[in-house]
Nanobody, 120 residues
Framework: QVQLVESGGGLVQSGGSLRLSCAAS???????????MGWYRQAPGKQREFVAI???????NYAESVKGRFTISRDNAKNTVYLQMNSLKPEDTAVYYC???????????WGQGTQVTVSS
């Protein structure tokens, strides 16, 4: 079974940057290479929302609220997906969760989350 571990969260001032990492432990490296990876976030009192995804073919998609500020990328050699977050705003404050979707199994896996706090 896939295990996802997020890291890189923390406290930053508005306008600052953070780089989140999500390391995927899997039975085979092919799971990561062929899977769709994503980042989602959940602010206090709100539902979890989509932030960004990257497919096994390196196609990316972003929530409108983060376009131009966040960049998702993956390093298949390290089984790791990243979220570079620039020009952070207080409204970006949330717990950020890593997601992996295994296409042949049609299964979703989630990390435990990493806290991002942006102060004004």
């Amino acid at each position: 079974q896939v295990q996802l571990v997020e890291s890189g969260g923390g406290l930053v001032q508005s306008g600052g940057s953070l780089r989140l990492s999500c390391a995927a432990s899997a039975a085979s490296g092919s799971i990561f290479r062929l899977s769709r990876m994503g980042w989602y976030r959940q602010a206090p009192g709100k539902q979890r929302e989509f932030v960004a995804i990257i497919t096994g073919g390196d196609t990316t998609n972003y929530a409108e609220s983060v376009k131009g500020r966040f960049t998702i990328s993956r390093d298949n050699a390290k089984n790791t997906v990243y979220l570079q977050m620039n020009s952070l705003k207080p409204e970006d404050t949330a717990v950020y969760y890593c997601n992996l979707y295994v296409p042949w199994a049609r299964e979703n896996y989630w990390g435990q989350g990493t806290q991002v706090t942006v102060s004004s």
